[in-house]
């Protein structure tokens, strides 16, 4: 058979296959195998990615493709089971750092779920309030307060002042 092949030609050799551009086999059976795949860096020094690594990308790209809250949800928890803390730790620190200050607090505060709105009374108003705003985050805690300041009235505004000022003092 003069059509036969060496087995190193049958690996990367489209024109004789007929196959389009061609797969190699060894990168293949590497992928497998669950080993660590080559990629080409800048010039053409490799580096090797994880398998985690490798799937984490891949669920950003496709977090990014389809942008709505279900898929970035779905990437967390996956990000969560690929990643280690301090990995998870500075792919928030580039994103959050890429963002102005304003927007960056924003998503942090988003992110940790603030406390949210006050729950109504069980143990006793103040009891509440002290603890709902020992959780609050500092832009909830002023939104509330000025909220709950304008609603009073003069004399209450009057008060309530007088009583911060003497705490102050």
């Not at 058979?1 to 087995?7: S, T």
């Not at 950003?60 to 990995?87: C, M, N, V």
């Not at 109504?120 to 959780?135: Q, R």
Request: contains cysteine.
């Amino acid at each position: 058979m003069a059509n036969r092949l060496k087995p190193d030609q049958a690996k990367e050799s489209p024109a004789i296959l007929g196959k389009g551009r061609g797969v190699n086999q060894d990168m293949k059976r590497s992928k497998f195998r669950g080993e660590d795949s080559p990629i080409t860096a800048t010039g053409s020094t490799q580096i090797f990615l994880s398998r985690n690594h490798e799937r984490a990308a891949r669920v950003i790209g496709y977090a990014l493709t389809l942008d709505t809250s279900p898929g970035w949800t779905q990437a967390s928890a996956i990000l969560a089971a690929r990643l280690s803390r301090s990995e998870r730790g500075s792919l928030a620190y580039a994103a959050l750092a890429s963002l102005e200050p304003i927007e960056a607090e924003l998503v942090a505060r988003i992110a940790t779920r603030g406390a949210g709105m006050p729950c109504a009374p069980f143990l006793g108003v103040m009891d509440e309030a002290s603890f709902w705003a020992e959780l609050a985050t500092v832009q909830e805690r002023k939104a509330y307060a000025l909220a709950c300041f304008t609603q009073l009235s003069p004399q209450d505004r009057a008060a309530f002042l007088a009583h911060v000022k003497g705490v102050a003092a």
